[in-house]
């Protein structure tokens, strides 16, 4: 990460069966725009980031026009607060999967604040704990403008909404090809 740069196009390969712990917000910060991050992996060889010993572990994506294609999240302690939390625009998550186990699920997987216009979500898929009791939503929208999520799959048990839209409005927003 240290060696790539803004907006060249330059893209980070995570091999198959790569293995990411994140045990803090700084563990794995992507903060060069235009970078793009991708697993070779398919299924279970997919790059597997872990989410653990502090619940404010996540990938804080602060630099726009980043991608992310065919990460596998999990957590390895219950009531993380979120695995990405997108503040800048132009980002795509794509084949993003997060897998929550016997009581241990993400809070809000996908949290975004104000700046994260234009986001792309597509190929989601969260496979929640169907009798958990931490989960909230799987996606949070908090001001977006502009964002498309599609051809996805949302399963869980969450206490306020699969897909949230809460505290400033979102507008321009897409949501098709969706299984609940």
Known sequence: QALAEANKGDIIVF???HAQ????????????AGVTYVSLGKGADRATFTFGTNTTANIPVTAAS??????????????????????AADVILDGIEIRDTTDIE???????TTAANRLTIRNYYHDGFITGNACTESISLIGVDSCLIENSRIAGNFSTACINMLTTASTKVVIRGITF
């Open 21 to 32: 712990t994140v045990i803090a917000a700084t563990e794995f910060a992507p903060a060069k």
């Open 106 to 112: 993400f809070v809000t997987p996908i949290l975004t």
């Open 15 to 17: 091999m198959p069966g």
């Open 66 to 87: 980043c991608a992310f294609y065919d990460i596998l999240c999990v957590s390895a302690l219950d009531s993380v607060v979120a695995a990405f939390t997108i503040s």
